[in-house]
């Protein structure tokens, strides 16, 4: 009783509600009035043209007989009067009440008294115990990733959503959300913005400062992440009193073009962790092209270890009996030390043409050419838009307007002098056709390209992308590790770095009894133990109680490792 006393107190609190249902009475009123003038004109019918009398009762039950089209019939009129004055009564109930009457209902009553019962079911606070949570501020194309990270952390968030209906939509679909207005203080101290872990600023630029100011007046030493879409705005969110700016679109662009390198470079620096550092190197030319894993000796040689393989935009497991092409990709691990020897090895005599052909002058493509131009390489761009001219500037050395996907424009822009082509445009449809285009008028061609939409991913990997990143898995990352204390590990899209708990069923046994590679596919990277942390662990490694395991893979592949060691 008491929560639907709070909810008549909520619905008829609401100034809109409050009119709605005077609108709603006055029809009804109207409604009342037009039924009494018709039983009065039936009585007068009755009485003055035909000669018969009845009851009020009567002439009340006839109205609304007709007027609802029941028309039991038992009570007619004979003259041509009375049943012109049936038909007026008939057509006048088909539209005040079965047209108007549920339309006015449901519009101005039955809709608003839904949506204060919506209200009432989305929770407004976070529980009064919660701490050591993360506050998302909106749920964008980054929050289900980071979402999906926390968890497998088991780290409690909430998500603010300011429409109760979407706010009951995320909560039917499993999602920790909070209804209340991003730019309010009471949404923060509902939230305990004080015990939390981290507020992670999503939205836009101008509404991140806002969020920022009124968290600080909560809690001044909460840690914030925010989103910064422009690079102006960084300035800007750390004044406002941001603890990290993340300019996810300009960082996107530079993963991108660091990802495959070209020319006389091999290995390439994909992040550091505790001490060790996580490369990719390409074999073609080198001595390990066309050997088995386990016949490189790359271990014996350097010290570093391959901890996986990428193959067609797919990481795979590093079995020492796969075979690397020339279109392999093998992941390493080492310390810097060990990957310098590694360089050594892979050195090679070959002639790069230092050149990467840019199609997309947007943002990402714009901070993808300003970090190609400070490593000395030769940026040609291609680009729509003229418009765009001035804010390209200077970035790259050959600047082609026109349309990439007509082959004059590509060849004048330098495909065939091309290693890499960026793919940097944010339709997914035309990087899938671009990435079919580019490859069958240069099949040896190495392609980068960013993706917008998950369900994309196959496609243009089977279009024939080497490697695809997108925005929302790079937040994602990106927020993570700065809970955790680390520098960003990027593998690629759909791969994602885990932290779990070592399983009991697995306690005592060595990396090598566990078969987790063989069994799941995850690449394990290192094994925490206390204040201690195995990084690269050999396959003698033996996995203690309370560990926790870092590992490398899939979704898919992580739920399989759940079932399997459970």
């Keep these: 009783m008491k929560f639907l006393s709070t909810q008549i107190t909520y619905f008829f609190g609401q100034q809109q509600i409050r009119q709605n249902v005077r609108a709603l009475l006055k029809y009804l009123a109207f409604v009342v009035g037009v ?9 007068v019918i009755m009485l003055y043209v035909e000669g018969r009398q009845f009851s009020w009762i009567t002439g009340l039950y006839w109205t609304l007989t007709v007027m ?10 004979h003259s041509d009067l009375g049943r012109a004055f049936s038909l007026i009564v008939l057509l006048s109930g088909i539209i005040l009440l079965l047209i108007m009457l549920p339309f006015a209902f449901i519009r101005y009553f039955y809709a608003p008294w839904l949506e204060a019962q919506i209200h009432f079911q989305t929770p407004r606070s976070a529980p009064p115990d919660v701490s050591g949570h993360v506050i998302i501020c909106e749920y964008d194309s980054i929050a289900p990733g980071l979402i999906r990270r926390l968890r497998l952390n088991q780290i409690p968030y909430f998500v603010i959503e300011p429409d109760p209906r979407v706010a009951a939509e995320l909560l039917g679909d499993g999602i920790s959300v909070v209804q209340g207005e991003i730019d309010d203080r009471l949404t923060y101290e509902q939230l305990h913005v004080d015990r939390a872990l981290m507020v992670f600023a999503n939205a836009e630029d101008t509404i991140n400062s806002n ?3 009124t968290v600080r ?9 925010a989103v910064a879409t422009f690079e102006d705005s960084v300035d800007i969110l750390e004044l406002s009193g941001a603890t990290q700016v993340l300019p996810l679109k300009q960082r996107l662009g530079e993963h991108l073009a660091n990802r495959i390198n070209i020319g006389r470079d091999r290995a390439h620096l994909i992040g550091n962790f505790k001490g060790w550092q996580v490369v990719e190197f390409t074999v073609d030319d080198t001595p390990f092209s066309g050997l088995m894993i386990r016949e490189t000796r790359l271990r014996e040689l350097t010290g570093a270890n391959i901890i996986g393989v990428w193959e067609h935009g797919r990481l795979l497991p590093a079995d020492p009996e796969r075979f690397l092409s020339n279109l392999s ?11 310098a020897s590694l360089e050594k090895l892979l050195a090679t005599n070959r002639d790069g043409t230092n050149t990467v052909l840019i199609i997309g002058g947007g943002k990402v493509g714009r901070a993808a050419g300003r970090a190609l131009k400070e490593k000395g390489i030769t940026v040609n761009m291609i680009d729509r838009k003229e418009e765009l001219r001035d804010r390209i500037g200077r970035i790259p050395d050959l600047l082609t307007i026109g349309d990439a996907a007509d082959r004059d424009t590509l060849m004048s822009a330098g495909l065939q002098e091309s290693e890499l082509v960026i793919l940097s445009t944010n339709d997914d449809a035309v990087n899938i056709y671009l990435s079919i285009y580019c490859r069958r008028l240069k099949p040896d061609l190495r392609i980068v390209s960013r993706i917008t939409h998950e369900r994309n991913i196959e496609a243009i990997h089977r279009a024939g992308a080497d490697f695809v990143l997108s925005y929302a898995p790079l937040g994602a990352e990106s927020v993570i590790s700065l809970i955790q204390g680390r520098e960003p590990i990027i593998m690629g899209e759909g791969v994602d770095l885990f932290t779990v708990p070592t399983p009991s069923s697995l306690f005592g046994k060595t990396l090598a009894e566990s078969q987790i590679g063989a069994l799941t596919g995850l690449i394990v990277l290192a094994v925490e133990t206390g204040n201690e942390t195995i ?18 893979g899939t979704n898919e592949q992580r739920q399989g490792f759940g079932e399997v060691f459970a």
């Design 35 to 43: 039924i009494t003038l018709f039983s009065v004109l039936f009585h």
């Design 217 to 225: 007046e909560v809690a001044p030493d909460v840690p914030i992440a």
């Design 535 to 552: 990084t690269n662990p050999s396959p003698s490694t033996v996995f203690p109680p309370n560990s926790r395991l870092l590992m490398l």
């Design 211 to 213: 969020i920022i100011l």
């Design 68 to 77: 609802s089209t029941l028309g039991f019939g038992d009570i007619t009129f």
């Design 329 to 339: 990709v093998p992941v390493g691990i080492g310390t810097p030390e060990q990957i």
